[in-house]
């Protein structure tokens, strides 16, 4: 089996700053204080990472776990009109690519994501996506806020529902050095594509199996994971 694990913004979809723009609305809700974008580190983090930064931000001092869950449970329920508000799209090449491997069953789409599963059932909903993946499967922030432990779930998930690892071949696709690097840590075959806010060049640096502009077509794909 090839299972094939997708990051979600800046891989899959682009949301116009969607969920930023839902989690400066929630922290303005809980503590009446804006923050500034600019000196949040967002791209290849977690939910939760990217909260207790905007909680310190707002509050001055370290954030409270009672804090981080206030604000990213808020968050979640501002998530859908946000995306309903803003224009968001597919990237290039993922709606054949997903449903080329979706009807292959040599393959299993799941996610790994520092999105709670939440905040990922919301956008692969919004975007119609949701059919393709095991959520069940898939690996999200939960209680983590590094994306190696997120990877390391992913890695104990495969094995219980898809056999030991040796087993099988795994692919991680994302647009971060984040993405590759808890690719690696669990012994995928790291994938990165710049359509996110990393050049290629900056991926490369982070030597990834194979890293692209951006997703070739679905018959291309398929025939890169083929040749392993």
Request: hydrophobic share 45%; charged share 20%.
């Given at each position: 089996?090839?299972?094939?694990f997708?990051?979600?913004?800046?891989t899959?979809?682009?949301?116009?700053?969607?969920?930023?723009l839902?989690?400066?609305e929630?922290a303005?809700?809980?503590?009446q204080?804006?923050?500034?974008f600019?000196q949040?580190?967002?791209?290849?983090?977690?939910?939760?990472y990217?909260?207790a930064?905007?909680?310190?931000?707002?509050l001055g001092?370290e954030?409270?776990?009672?804090e981080?869950?206030s604000?990213?449970?808020?968050?979640?329920?501002?998530?859908?009109?946000?995306?309903?508000?803003?224009?968001?799209?597919?990237?290039?090449s993922i709606?054949g690519?997903?449903?080329?491997l979706?009807?292959?069953s040599?393959?299993?789409?799941?996610?790994?994501?520092?999105?709670?599963r939440?905040g990922?059932e919301i956008?692969m909903?919004h975007?119609?996506?949701s059919?393709y993946?095991?959520f069940?499967?898939?690996?999200?922030?939960?209680?983590?806020?590094?994306r190696?432990?997120?990877a390391r779930?992913?890695?104990?998930?495969?094995?219980a529902c898809?056999g030991e690892?040796a087993?099988?071949?795994?692919?991680?696709?994302?647009?971060?050095p984040n993405?590759?690097?808890?690719?690696?840590a669990?012994?995928?075959?790291t994938i990165?594509?710049a359509?996110g806010g990393y050049s290629?060049?900056?991926?490369d640096?982070?030597s990834?199996?194979?890293?692209?502009?951006?997703?070739p077509?679905?018959?291309?794909?398929?025939g890169?994971?083929?040749a392993?």
């Amino acid at each position: 089996m090839n299972i094939v694990f997708w990051d979600i913004d800046g891989t899959l979809i682009r949301t116009s700053r969607a969920g930023l723009l839902a989690l400066e609305e929630a922290a303005f809700e809980l503590w009446q204080k804006s923050f500034d974008f600019t000196q949040i580190e967002s791209a290849g983090m977690t939910d939760n990472y990217i909260a207790a930064q905007i909680i310190q931000q707002v509050l001055g001092r370290e954030a409270l776990a009672v804090e981080i869950d206030s604000l990213t449970s808020r968050y979640e329920q501002l998530l859908a009109g946000h995306l309903r508000q803003r224009k968001g799209w597919l990237l290039p090449s993922i709606a054949g690519i997903l449903e080329s491997l979706y009807q292959d069953s040599d393959y299993q789409l799941l996610l790994l994501t520092g999105n709670s599963r939440t905040g990922a059932e919301i956008k692969m909903a919004h975007f119609a996506l949701s059919h393709y993946f095991d959520f069940e499967a898939s690996a999200f922030c939960g209680p983590y806020f590094r994306r190696v432990d997120i990877a390391r779930q992913a890695l104990e998930n495969v094995r219980a529902c898809y056999g030991e690892a040796a087993d099988n071949r795994i692919f991680v696709i994302g647009d971060t050095p984040n993405d590759i690097q808890c690719g690696k840590a669990i012994g995928a075959f790291t994938i990165g594509v710049a359509t996110g806010g990393y050049s290629r060049e900056e991926l490369d640096r982070h030597s990834p199996w194979w890293v692209t502009d951006c997703l070739p077509s679905a018959a291309e794909f398929k025939g890169k994971l083929k040749a392993i």
